[in-house]
């Protein structure tokens, strides 16, 4: 690490005055100071309850698109290390937070968190009223602004700027997704593992990459998927081609309304192998079943959100990032309701005899493992099938040596 730099990074020093603005469509401007890149950058604000874990949060790509703010007040002070990465690159529009940590302390850190968002040229603010901002997303829904640090541009032009743009209907998944397909085998490493799982069959798995998160691809590997990563696009024909156990649909950012050739791969491939949805991949499926979508008020992002398991009525408490979510009551007959958010009563999860979806992130990072079991729930899920497709085979033996 620089020497001469701190948290603010590029050798910012804690007294710095007001030089950004986040200007919010409902006309509402908050001074703040930057740290990171500078600039002027355009995206829904969305505020965030994690406690820990910021650095799997702004390496999310389910957060192209989106300034995230960060109820806990303190951020920065663990600084950035070489694991906790969550994709090839930030993605998010820009971090919004209370106060920067002027010391950074943690035996993984190798850089500041100002100086790692300098370097991927993404905004951040601080020293922002973020509980007001919250309260104000809260009673109003999640609102467009615009973060600048450029003087010259008036906060009426940036006003316009946050009323001529919005993230519905546009296909954010096209700028996050691999280009090309390509084995996955990194697992959980063995320090980091909190389950203990029978060494059993090998299953292959395609995952479509909506914006897939690598705790999603390290979860399946240690449950010893063998996986094919694949791009958005990716030909559903191509992937049943490859004769996978199993398919898993990602999570990414943005409206999935806006992305039908997505709802076309996940009807195709339906039915005919084990399916897993996350998230964006949940919200797919529930489109591919003939469900509706729709835009929540402010939607749930944070560890701490509680859900109840209606199959076995646990509670868990799970790790979300979500704006929109599926209708159950859209949904056709034979589709189950298999979770539900206790917050708010939504849908968080679905099944039918090949399929399940989880509307949140079974995979934690950040936040709880209570919902790891949705990993082993898709292993058993390839193995029924296999078993049943076995069956027939078996029986024809026993007859002929009968
Ligand atoms: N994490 C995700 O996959 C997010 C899904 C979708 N972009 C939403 O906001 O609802």
């Not at 919004?96 to 968002?117: A, F, P, Q």
């Not at 679905?350 to 729930?377: C, I, K, N, V, W």
Request: glycine share 10%; aromatic share 8%; charged share 20%.
């Amino acid at each position: 690490m620089d020497p001469a730099s701190n948290a603010f990074g590029k050798g910012e020093r804690p007294w710095k005055t007001s030089d950004a603005r986040l200007v919010l469509a409902d006309g509402s401007i908050w001074n703040a100071k930057s740290f990171g890149a500078s600039g002027t950058q355009v995206g829904e604000v969305v505020f965030n309850t994690s406690l820990t874990g910021y650095q799997e949060i702004i390496t999310d790509p389910s957060y192209a698109g989106q300034f995230v703010l960060m109820t806990n007040p303190h951020i920065g002070n663990t600084g950035i290390n070489f694991d906790d990465e969550e994709s090839r690159q930030c993605f998010l529009a820009g971090l919004v937070i209370r106060s920067l940590s002027i010391s950074t302390s943690n035996w993984r850190c190798v850089e500041t968190l100002g100086d790692y968002l300098a370097e991927r040229n993404v905004m951040g603010i601080y020293d922002v009223d973020t509980r007001a901002i919250t309260r104000r997303l809260r009673q109003d829904g999640s609102l467009v602004g615009v973060l600048s640090t450029d003087n010259s541009k008036t906060d009426e032009e940036l006003l316009q700027m946050s009323h001529s743009w919005d993230i519905v209907g546009i296909d954010l998944i096209s700028g996050v997704s691999c280009k090309s397909p390509h084995e996955w085998v990194d697992k959980t490493k063995q320090n980091w593992e909190f389950s203990s799982k029978e060494p059993g069959e090998n299953f292959h798995v395609v995952a479509y990459d909506f914006g897939i998160k690598h705790n999603i691809l390290r979860r399946l590997a240690s449950y010893g998927c063998k996986i094919t990563v694949v791009p958005s696009t990716w030909p559903a024909s191509d992937t049943l081609k490859l004769k996978p156990d199993g398919v898993l649909f990602s999570n990414g950012p943005g409206d999935p309304s806006a992305v039908p050739y997505a709802v076309e791969t996940v009807k195709n491939i339906l039915g005919k192998v084990p399916v897993f949805g996350i998230c964006m991949g949940h919200q797919l499926l529930g489109q591919a079943l003939g469900g509706k979508t729709f835009k929540m008020k402010f939607g749930h992002h944070g560890g701490n959100h509680p859900v109840r398991n209606l199959r076995t009525g646990n509670v868990e408490i799970s790790a979300q990032n979500h704006n929109y979510a599926v209708d159950p009551a859209t949904l056709p007959e034979g589709v189950e309701v298999t979770h539900i958010n206790l917050n708010d009563g939504s849908c968080a999860g679905l099944a039918t005899h090949r399929t399940m979806s989880l509307q949140y992130h079974p995979e934690a990072s950040p936040g709880p493992h209570d919902s790891d079991y949705a990993f082993r729930d898709f292993v058993e899920l390839m193995k029924r099938e296999k078993a049943n497709k076995r069956e027939p085979q078996l029986s024809a033996v026993s007859a002929s040596n009968a």
